[in-house]
């Protein structure tokens, strides 16, 4: 599976968009783009994912260059509640591959008042 | 309520000793995972199961077992624990390929 890069730590004010950047520059053709989140001593939870095209749902929408060597995670309307670890992995589907997640260091957000 | 659970929550453990930490999931899921969580060091996986009754190894396997006799249950034992395996183990699981995982609450073990 491809690796990511992402900033360390990120503070966003509540209320505003928080716009997450991921470097995936070796990404492969059937490589998706995951993002997950950890609040402070809870398990890992599912945000969003996408293979080329841009993706949305309730929680955060998913920006996918052209390219596909780069993507952002957007949280439109920032709370306290959205502070945590956020991750960015990449990982292969196919019939052949169950794939497996890595986990990278991830991005800190803190959601300041 | 459906998802996955992990037993015990924390575990103070003497070096030397066995454990199995237990994970169990209701959703009816092909793949299940464990992840050793560090400080400084992410998530980091230790083993996996496509299916039942088939494992693989991850990242960080040297010390660890599993076992996945059936779709459920993904067992994780540590033979003979050492104090670097202090660390907060999730299970995870998902539905197969190109689908995302669920994770349980995490169990912290910490080997003295």
């Known amino acids: 599976d491809a690796k990511t890069t992402q900033p360390p730590s990120m503070d966003c004010a509540e209320g505003r968009a928080a716009n997450l950047p991921c470097n995936h520059s070796t990404i492969s053709g059937n490589e998706y783009v995951y993002w997950y989140r950890q609040i402070h001593s809870q398990g890992p939870q599912y945000i969003i994912h996408g293979l080329k095209n841009n993706e949305t749902n309730e929680m955060a929408s998913l920006i996918i260059t052209e390219d596909r060597k780069s993507s952002t995670l957007i949280l439109p309307h920032a709370t306290l509640r959205d502070t945590a670890v956020y991750y960015c992995?990449?990982?292969?589907?196919?019939?052949?591959?169950?794939?497996?997640?890595?986990f990278g260091a991830g991005t800190q957000v803190v959601v300041t008042p | 309520i459906a998802g996955i659970t992990q037993a015990p929550t924390s575990q103070i453990l003497a070096a030397g000793r066995r454990m199995t930490l237990r994970c169990t999931q209701d959703m009816r899921h092909n793949a299940m995972y464990w992840y050793r969580q560090d400080l400084g060091l992410g998530l980091r996986l230790i083993h996996y199961?496509?299916?039942?009754?088939?494992?693989g190894k991850g990242e960080v396997p040297d010390g660890y077992s599993v076992s996945r006799a059936n779709t459920d249950d993904f067992p994780l034992t540590l033979a003979s624990a050492v104090p670097s395996q202090t660390s907060v183990y999730f299970c995870?699981?998902?539905?197969?390929?190109?689908?995302?995982?669920?994770f349980g609450q995490g169990t912290r073990l910490t080997v003295v």
């Open positions: 992995i990449v990982r292969a589907g196919g019939t052949d591959s169950w794939g497996k997640l890595q």
């Open positions: 995870a699981s998902s539905r197969g390929m190109n689908t995302e995982a669920f």
């Open positions: 199961s496509n299916t039942a009754g088939t494992t």
